[in-house]
């Protein structure tokens, strides 16, 4: 029972940081994400053993967080990356729901989260190089940068179904079972 209370209680405060720390609130908000298979197996799924509903509530609190950075791009000055990362927002939150109305993963594939990649690449910019500006070609690059590895991650969780915290749990962890 603990390992679902620890993992709600980290989900719903570490975001907030993000409201804070624009930068590094997203990266912690990124490991917690990551975090929460690692702790339930480590501790026990207590309460959702077998009923398969936190893959609906991990859904829920990733928007939660996304959404936050969202809230934190709204407050670029920049007009240029904060219009590029709402539309990508928009665009990854369109996929969900219709992901949730499907229930079709592939759909994933398709609405890919690039506003993720892309909110760190600038939030990352303005908290270590404040006086660079957004040019189009500079946001070519950055959304370039921000897609291909989305792509190709989107892809095999996605479109492929690969289990990969299966494949981390045995052979990076080497945990039994």
Do not use: C
């Amino acid at each position: 029972m603990i390992a679902p209370a620890l993992v709600f209680l980290i989900r719903l405060l570490v975001p907030l940081s993000i409201l804070r720390w624009p930068f590094w609130g997203m990266l912690l908000s990124i490991a917690a994400d990551a975090a929460d298979v690692v702790l339930f197996s480590a501790l026990g799924w207590g309460v959702l053993e077998g009923r398969g509903m936190y893959h609906e509530l991990d859904k829920v609190f990733d928007v939660y967080y996304l959404a936050l950075a969202a809230y934190a791009a709204f407050k670029w000055h920049d007009a240029l990356p904060r219009r590029t990362a709402l539309a990508l927002f928009a665009w990854r939150l369109a996929g969900e729901v219709i992901f949730e109305l499907t229930r079709t993963r592939q759909v994933l594939f398709f609405a890919p989260n690039i506003f993720e990649n892309f909110y760190l690449l600038w939030a990352g910019t303005l908290q270590f190089l404040p006086e660079v500006r957004m040019t189009r070609k500079r946001l070519a690059v950055y959304l370039l940068v921000a897609t291909v590895p989305k792509i190709v991650q989107e892809y095999i969780m996605h479109y492929l179904e690969f289990p990969t915290w299966v494949f981390i749990k045995h052979n990076l962890f080497r945990w039994p079972g």
